[in-house]
Structure formats: structure tokens, C-alpha cells
């Protein structure tokens, strides 16, 4: 228990330091892109494993390559159930700087052989280290669901029907997420192609109905299994579901 306790207290500690809110070699060099699976977190010269650590207290990480720009790259942190994005860019040293849309400390992150290493920026002695998988990794979803009287349901490859049901007006954007659900818990789906949406606001009177279309085509080949797209606004998100067949046709599911 106490081996535990210690290293949730080390979590703690390093999610203070690194989200403080200003106001809010053998592989190729793009093998920063690879699975990496949480090893271990060193702090105050004591190392905490993963083994004692929960799911949902260890740190994950996942690092996209961005297609239209050389040496920078999308990354989803994940510590103490939260998560955070940032972009990342390769430096001259070969080593890469993670700058967090929600913080204003930065993470250095190092490569070398199937060792990923970071380190806060500033803070001395202290290092979380993954290592290279060739298992899946996905990053829980940070559920923020959206009023009830709001619906969506896919009505056709790539297009989604929003109705409002209530009695007042509803805003969303164009922004969206895939989410893929593995063992009864919703994950965010890995793009294999980063994509930008216009930033606008759309507004659906009481009673209306709007038919959005999305593309699906960043997340590559989807593999059978039960999927949800998250259109989202700031505030919550409205989910459409579907079900990918074996067969690669898709199952509409109507809410």
C-alpha cells in the first residue's frame, strides 16, 4: 500500500508542476510516432513502476505525425484521468519540445532505441519513461455529454442528422472525434491523418434538424467493432453511433 500511495503522490505532484493553468540508435527518427507503453516515473531519485500504479492513475501518451508540416507532431497526454493536448516539434538536437494547449510549462521528450523519455521543462531530476509496443494504445475519452434533448444519428456514410428536441436554441461547431469503445469503456479512435475544421458556430432553433457531413477517412481502415462520432462544442458533446461489420459495411444505430 504504501508503494502506492507514494506513487499517486508523485503523480500529484508532477500534475501540479506541468498543468499549473496560465488564466485557464536502431530506429528511424520517426519512430517518436511509435506505440509507447508507460515503464516507469522517476522523481526525488525514487522510481515508481507500473505495476504499482492503477489504470487510470499512470501516465499514456500518444504522438501522431502532423502530414502537412515536417517535424512536428499532435500529442494526447494522459495523467491522473486527465487529459491534455499539445503540439511537439523536433529541435536541432534531435530532441522534441511538447507545448500543452493548457499549461505553461513544457515537456522535453527524448528517443533512444525503444526508450521514450520526458522531462519537465526546468525541473531537475524527474523523468517519466516509456517504452516502444507493438501493443494498441489507446487514450480514455474525457466524457463531457451533452443535453439529452439533443440528437444525432448517422443516416449515411459520413453524415450525421442533428435534431433539437427542446425548447431552446442549441449551438454547436464543426468540430468532431471518432471514439471506439474496447471492453465496455469509449477511447479516442487514431487518426492516420490529421484534418482542420472551419471554427464557426452553427444554431438550431427548437424543433429543427440539420444533416452535417463528416469525414471518417483520417481514421483510415476501421476495424469492426462499435464506434461513436463526438460532435462537439466547448461546452459537451452529442455522439452518433455505428456499428462496423466484419465485412466492413456499417450499422446505423438510431437514438
Known sequence: MKKIFSGIMVLALLLAALFSFAGCGSKPKNAITS???FDSL???GKTTKASQMSED???MIIIDADNLNANYYFVTYRQNGANHNASMEQRADGSYLIDFVDSDRNMIAEVENDRLTLKIEGM???SIVFTATQEEILIPISEKEGPEYIKANMVGKNKVEITNEGDTEYTYGKYYQLEVQ???KW???RC???YAWTDIAVILAPGDSNTEEYELSYYGKLKSGWYRLALCNENACIYAYFTVNVDGTISYKYV
Open 35 to 37: 506505440n509507447w507503453k
Open 42 to 44: 522517476i522523481y526525488d
Open 57 to 59: 492513475e499512470m501516465p
Open 124 to 126: 531537475v531530476g524527474t
Open 182 to 184: 474496447k471492453n465496455g
Open 187 to 189: 477511447y479516442y479512435a
Open 192 to 194: 492516420e491523418q490529421h
